[in-house]
């Protein structure tokens, strides 16, 4: 057991009990940027999505004499709960041991992620706020519950229990937050960041009810100091979980939604990532540190875009293919700066052109609207020879810099013998990308055969004659053969990453599906 010390043994106090706390954060898509972001040279596309995890916390209400007890629970899964001590010592220090009685429950395993993720909360709370005030706040016991929307999960077997059509139509009829009928380590995942999302939301979750930060902390501003504090804990117990010091796009998207990401320099968490953990954790991770030197610049899709996500049923070891890559970049690094320099310079064109289309919306809503309902009846190779105007050509452009951007993808797929873009993903591609106002898409992240991503146009009035971009795709995902092709119901988040929730209302959303007691 690690254990913290704070102000040892002071007086008594007397603190006000917390209210619950709820907390949400999104997952992401990485359109551009795969293997790149991994490198501080170069910076990624990653978009925030309407799919959210949630942390619901409050004191124990089983009646039970709980102690310092922690009870999480994720109902979504078989044997998903897992039961923790804090423990307080004369000498002023907190430790958290994993309770026994988690065994005897036929709990799955040892939960990394949520286990680091109290402990080192813990540990901040009581350089925080004090010894006695964090005994104060846990002595009734807390009771958390983790959910994630059902877009995180494959809902092929939903679907066919319901004898619905894997159309996107039809996940609106699966309950939320379903019951997935298996085990965290079973689950088929859809590659939306869902520990990211879960250790942003947990991680939040924890410092607003311990007061380690307050809920007015957590502005928009991708400067402010409170939401880089919770940026900074989240990247370090998700890299301490993972045994790795990763990019941490997933968890800078889980916290300050889409963004164009340059990488923090790995260096700023070598010294916490060891078994021994410093006297104070708050120096490295405050929101005032300036090592922590990632760039994070906001971003949105254009106007009349939609962002259409399918999970597709084959799978791909991801950090196999990050490791073949990296080892082929280490064996060829000539060639391998060439390209990744090209692919780098498209990508942030890429970044440049879409949001060059939010800013012609601005200067110009009506021709820009009037541009987006004719190419709405185009192809795309039909768009760049169709008018000269500033908003048909921008979207030409974009189109072509995404083919350009899988053309580079491939190549690196090529020779470091990685299916980035498999051929069967290929194929897919382009047929989605041969129907009318499809602006473009490709496979997000690292690749492979787990999902894709596709940017369409909408009209800015619905045509009964003529069906919109978004039934195209999916007419050509219903119809696919080659792979077993499933839509997810989310899209772009307009949200600005992690942010409190009503409790009362997650408390009903948990209800609804027998999750929670009252």
Same mark, same amino acid.
Request: a neutral charge.
């Given at each position: 057991?690690?254990?913290?010390?704070?102000?040892?043994?002071?007086?008594?106090?007397?603190?006000?009990? /917390?209210?619950?706390?709820?907390?949400?954060?999104?997952?992401?898509?990485?359109?551009?940027?795969?293997?790149?972001?991994?490198?501080?040279?170069?910076?990624?596309?990653?978009?925030?999505?309407?799919?959210?995890?949630?942390?619901?916390?409050?004191?124990?209400?089983?009646?039970?004499?709980?102690?310092?007890?922690?009870?999480?629970?994720?109902?979504?899964?078989?044997? /998903?709960? #897992?039961?923790?001590?804090?423990?307080? +010592?004369?000498?002023?220090?907190?430790?958290?041991?994993?309770?026994?009685?988690?065994?005897?429950?036929?709990?799955?395993?040892?939960?990394?992620?949520?286990?680091?993720?109290?402990?080192?909360?813990?540990?901040?709370?009581?350089?925080?706020?004090?010894?006695?005030?964090?005994?104060?706040?846990?002595?009734?016991?807390?009771?958390?519950?983790?959910?994630?929307?059902?877009?995180?999960?494959?809902?092929?077997?939903?679907?066919?229990?319901?004898?619905?059509?894997?159309?996107?139509?039809?996940?609106?009829?699966?309950?939320?937050?379903?019951?997935?009928?298996?085990?965290?380590?079973?689950?088929?995942?859809?590659?939306?960041?869902?520990?990211?999302?879960?250790?942003?939301?947990?991680?939040?979750?924890?410092?607003?009810?311990?007061?380690?930060?307050?809920?007015?902390? @957590?502005?928009?501003?991708?400067?402010?100091?409170?939401?880089?504090?919770?940026?900074?804990?989240?990247?370090?117990?998700?890299? @301490?979980?993972?045994?790795?010091?990763?990019?941490?796009?997933?968890?800078?998207?889980?916290?300050?939604?889409?963004?164009?990401?340059?990488?923090?320099?790995?260096?700023?968490?070598?010294?916490?990532?060891?078994?021994?953990?410093?006297?104070?954790?708050?120096?490295?991770?405050?929101?005032?540190?300036?090592?922590?030197?990632?760039?994070?610049?906001?971003?949105?899709?254009?106007?009349?875009?939609?962002?259409?996500?399918?999970?597709?049923?084959?799978?791909?070891?991801?950090?196999?293919?990050?490791?073949?890559?990296?080892?082929?970049?280490?064996?060829?690094?000539?060639?391998?700066?060439?390209?990744?320099?090209? @692919?780098?310079?498209?990508?942030?064109?890429?970044?440049?052109?879409?949001?060059?289309?939010?800013?012609?919306?601005?200067?110009?809503?009506?021709?820009?609207?009037?541009?987006?309902?004719?190419?709405?009846?185009?192809?795309?190779?039909?768009?760049?020879?169709?008018?000269?105007?500033?908003?048909?050509?921008?979207?030409?452009?974009?189109?072509?810099? +995404?083919?350009?951007?899988?053309?580079?993808?491939?190549?690196? !797929?090529?020779?470091?013998?990685?299916?980035?873009?498999?051929?069967?993903?290929?194929?897919?591609?382009?047929?989605?990308?041969?129907?009318?106002?499809?602006? !473009?898409?490709?496979?997000?992240?690292?690749? !492979?055969?787990?999902?894709?991503?596709?940017?369409?146009?909408?009209?800015?009035?619905?045509?009964?004659?003529?069906?919109?971009?978004?039934?195209?795709?999916?007419?050509? #995902? +219903?119809?696919?053969?080659?792979?077993?092709?499933?839509?997810?119901?989310?899209?772009?988040?307009?949200?600005?990453?992690?942010?409190?929730?009503?409790?009362?209302?997650?408390?009903? #959303?948990?209800?609804?599906?027998?999750?929670?007691?009252?």
């Amino acid at each position: 057991m690690s254990s913290r010390s704070g102000t040892s043994n002071p007086e008594p106090v007397v603190v006000e009990r /917390a209210p619950p706390t709820a907390v949400s954060a999104p997952g992401k898509v990485l359109l551009a940027g795969g293997y790149l972001v991994l490198d501080p040279k170069y910076s990624g596309i990653v978009v925030s999505t309407s799919a959210r995890f949630y942390t619901f916390i409050r004191e124990r209400i089983d009646g039970q004499s709980a102690g310092q007890k922690i009870v999480v629970k994720s109902p979504q899964f078989l044997r /998903a709960s #897992w039961s923790y001590q804090v423990v307080f +010592t004369k000498n002023g220090t907190v430790g958290l041991v994993p309770s026994v009685e988690n065994s005897l429950l036929g709990s799955e395993q040892k939960n990394k992620f949520v286990q680091l993720a109290i402990e080192r909360v813990l540990f901040l709370a009581i350089e925080k706020v004090g010894y006695q005030a964090l005994k104060v706040a846990t002595d009734q016991g807390l009771e958390i519950i983790i959910v994630g929307d059902n877009d995180f999960y494959s809902q092929r077997n939903q679907l066919s229990e319901r004898g619905l059509p894997n159309v996107i139509a039809s996940l609106a009829q699966i309950p939320r937050f379903a019951y997935t009928d298996c085990s965290l380590a079973d689950v088929h995942k859809t590659g939306l960041g869902s520990s990211a999302a879960l250790i942003t939301s947990l991680v939040t979750a924890l410092m607003v009810h311990f007061k380690v930060i307050s809920a007015a902390d @957590l502005t928009d501003d991708p400067k402010s100091p409170g939401k880089a504090f919770v940026h900074n804990v989240a990247q370090y117990v998700h890299c @301490l979980a993972q045994g790795k010091v990763g990019s941490g796009f997933d968890v800078s998207s889980g916290t300050y939604g889409s963004q164009l990401y340059t990488r923090f320099a790995p260096e700023v968490l070598q010294p916490l990532m060891g078994e021994q953990v410093p006297t104070k954790l708050q120096p490295y991770l405050v929101g005032t540190n300036t090592s922590w030197n990632q760039r994070i610049q906001p971003f949105k899709l254009p106007p009349q875009t939609a962002l259409m996500l399918a999970d597709v049923d084959a799978g791909t070891d991801t950090p196999a293919a990050v490791g073949r890559v990296l080892s082929w970049k280490k064996a060829d690094p000539q060639k391998a700066t060439e390209l990744w320099t090209q @692919l780098g310079a498209a990508n942030d064109q890429l970044a440049a052109a879409l949001s060059n289309l939010t800013t012609l919306h601005a200067k110009n809503p009506a021709a820009y609207s009037a541009a987006v309902d004719r190419l709405c009846g185009q192809p795309p190779k039909q768009w760049a020879a169709s008018s000269k105007d500033e908003v048909t050509q921008a979207f030409a452009q974009a189109n072509k810099l +995404t083919e350009v951007i899988r053309g580079h993808m491939r190549e690196m !797929g090529r020779l470091s013998q990685v299916p980035i873009e498999p051929a069967e993903q290929t194929r897919l591609l382009d047929a989605c990308l041969a129907q009318n106002g499809v602006v !473009g898409g490709g496979v997000p992240g690292a690749g !492979g055969y787990d999902a894709i991503w596709i940017l369409t146009l909408t009209a800015s009035k619905a045509n009964a004659t003529v069906p919109s971009s978004m039934s195209q795709v999916e007419s050509v #995902w +219903t119809g696919w053969k080659e792979m077993n092709v499933s839509p997810l119901s989310c899209g772009e988040s307009m949200e600005r990453g992690v942010r409190v929730e009503n409790a009362e209302t997650v408390l009903g #959303w948990l209800k609804k599906p027998g999750y929670v007691q009252n």
